[in-house]
T-cell receptor, first 113, second 109 residues
């Protein structure tokens, strides 16, 4: 089974801090994704990457950046955390090619105070 | 913008009944369709996928796809309290997957 591991289940940070969320997958997947999930809004794509050092903006990239230095690791960075970034963050991966389902990590519930 | 629409619910059914969850999508070129189940506080898990028009059955679950109507549904037969969760419809959109906001299902014992 694919294992997608997110570094923290719960995280509390203060406004203005730089926050790093880490995600590692163990199945050599080409594609990796970061979503945030808020009640009533569903899953919204922040950024995705289809190869090492490649990144593409999703639907809500503002206030975020990403890094993919190694194939198995995809990091989400909140450059200067704000309270409206309090949310559940989900990392996912898929193999290369079309028509692939997403494999999700357990999620990180981030609170910005 | 590509969209996936679901009724947010909650949908409440008695134990043993059939639960019917529906989803419409806007991109006529979409080829792959997925249903995920998400328990409260957990991450989504894949339960069904369908690529061709018609029905696809897996145990108590049946996915139905009608590309002409841009409609996909999930039927859960003999619903159990353990099926109580939010069900997310997802549609392939190139590299990305477009998710609906989900339908909450309650199965009453």
């Amino acid at each position: 089974d694919v294992k997608v591991t997110q570094s923290s289940r719960y995280l509390v940070k203060r406004t203005g801090e730089k926050v790093f969320l880490e995600c590692v997958q163990d199945m050599d997947h080409e594609n990796m994704f970061w979503y945030r999930q808020d009640p009533g809004l569903g899953l919204r794509l922040i950024y995705f990457s289809y190869d090492v050092k490649m990144k593409e903006k999703g639907d809500i990239p503002e206030g975020y950046s990403v890094s993919r230095e190694k194939k198995e690791r995809f990091s989400l960075i909140l450059e200067s955390a704000s309270t409206n970034q309090t949310s559940m963050y989900l990392c996912a991966s898929t193999p290369g090619g079309a028509n692939q389902p997403q494999h999700f990590g357990d999620g990180t519930r981030l609170s910005i105070l | 913008q590509k969209e996936v629409e679901q009724n947010s619910g909650p949908l409440s059914v008695p134990e043993g009944a059939i639960a019917s969850l529906n989803c419409t999508y806007s991109d006529r070129g979409s080829q792959s369709f997925f249903w995920y189940r998400q328990y409260s506080g957990k991450s989504p898990e894949l339960i069904m996928f369908i690529y061709s028009n018609g029905d696809k059955e897996d145990g108590r679950f049946t996915a139905q796809l009608n590309k002409a109507s841009q409609y996909v549904s999930l039927l859960i037969r003999d619903s159990q309290p353990s099926d109580s969760a939010t069900y997310l419809c997802a549609v392939e959109g190139g590299f990305k997957t477009i998710f609906g906001a989900g339908t909450r299902l309650f199965v009453k014992a």
